[in-house]
Every structure is written in C-alpha cells, then in structure tokens.
C-alpha cells in the first residue's frame, strides 16, 4: 500500500469518525430538556380549627425546589422530583363555642415525583396550562399542639399532591409559572381525630423554571 493511499484513507477514516462524533453530540444536545427550578407561596390548612376562622388563621408559608430530568417523553409530559418545606398552622381560638377549640402549628418537609402533562407544546409556544400528579411522602417537624402530643408514627406518611398550573415564556431558557395543588390521603394533622374532620394542605406558588436546552419560540 502507498503512503499516498494510506493517507487518503487516515484522513476519509478521521472525517467518518468526525461527522460520527459531532453527530452523536448534535443529538445528546438536541434532546437534552432537562430543568431545574424553583417556587414560593402560601401553604393553606383545611381541618377543624379552620372552620369560622379568617384564612390568614391557618396559612403560613412554603417554598420548593425541583428537577426534571431529560427522559424523552415527548414535549408536553414530564417527570418532575419536588422537594417541598414550610409550615402548616391552624387557629380557632377566637371562634365563639366551636366544637373544638385549639391551636396548632408544625413545620412539613414533602419529597414528592410527579407526572406532568402540559397542553400545550411549550418548546414551541409561549404559554401552556398543564396538570400534575404523583406519590408522595412527608413528614411533620416541630409539632405543637394545644390538644397534645402527636406520636412519631402520626407525623409522617404517604401523599398525593395533584394540581394544575399555567406556565410562560419569560426567556430563552426561562418560564415562570403560577400552579395550585392540593394534598390527598394524608394523616391527621390538626390531632382531632373524628371522622368529621378531614384534614388537607395545599399550596398556591409562584415560580420559576430554568430549561437546559434553548427553545425555537413561534407565538
């Protein structure tokens, strides 16, 4: 074999290679949709020492941090991790003869993976209702309660936030989005124990959503 050969064919190898290699990171990138974000807002109690009361009596705070992981799911379903922190609260005790009177308040951490169905193409568009699902577990922290202790068994347990949400284009990268989600089957909270006193949390947030790969915008 030539040199003159052999160089013609190094260098036709080196191109494949080249065009092979460049192509694999085209696509790596191309479908790369993970997200990071991040949200605030107000955690809401519904139990008995919520009943008469103002709202402000038994909402407090509550902030989350997430990540979606690039899955190829398709654009409009996701599969988000949330880290959820704050306070839940509940006071009765300027309500005139209630049926139980008391107050309470306890710090929440929730860990939760949810499925999340946008509507709307939101690589393609500016704005997108969705909804959202998925299991859960929480636990309580720093318990108070004029109606006693709550056990360590009671204080944490199984989940299932679902809610919806609309999400916008702010940016390149960038969505911000306004969502509400309320908890099922959770444990007593409130520490009366009576079948007619369904205990539930929910948070109304705001938040922002940051989007590993760059998106083609058309209205």
């Not at 065009?19 to 991040?38: C, E, M, P, R, W």
């Not at 124990?193 to 922002?208: A, F, H, L, Q, R």
Request: charged share 15%.
């Amino acid at each position: 074999m030539s040199k003159t050969s052999l160089y013609i064919k190094s260098f036709s190898l080196f191109i494949i290679l080249n065009v092979y290699f460049n192509s694999l990171y085209a696509q790596q990138t191309a479908t790369d949709n993970s997200k990071i974000g991040f949200s605030a807002g107000a955690l809401s109690y519904t139990g008995r020492f919520s009943v008469g009361t103002s709202i402000m009596s038994h909402t407090s705070w509550n902030v989350s941090a997430f990540y979606v992981p690039s899955l190829n799911l398709g654009n409009k379903f996701d599969i988000k991790a949330e880290l959820m922190a704050g306070q839940i609260k509940g006071d009765n005790t300027s309500v005139q003869n209630p049926s139980a009177q008391g107050s309470f308040t306890t710090n929440i951490v929730e860990l939760a993976v949810k499925g999340e169905y946008s509507f709307v193409d939101i690589e393609m568009h500016k704005i997108s209702p969705y909804i959202n699902a998925g299991p859960g577990f929480y636990t309580l922290l720093n318990y108070k309660n004029t109606y006693g202790v709550k056990s360590s068994g009671n204080k944490m347990g199984f989940v299932l936030p679902a809610g919806l949400g609309v999400k916008v284009n702010a940016g390149d990268q960038l969505l911000v989005f306004v969502d509400g989600s309320i908890r099922l089957f959770n444990k007593n909270i409130d520490n009366i124990i009576s079948e007619n006193n369904p205990n539930k949390y929910m948070t109304v947030n705001v938040g922002i959503s940051y989007n590993l790969k760059k998106r083609n915008i058309l209205w």
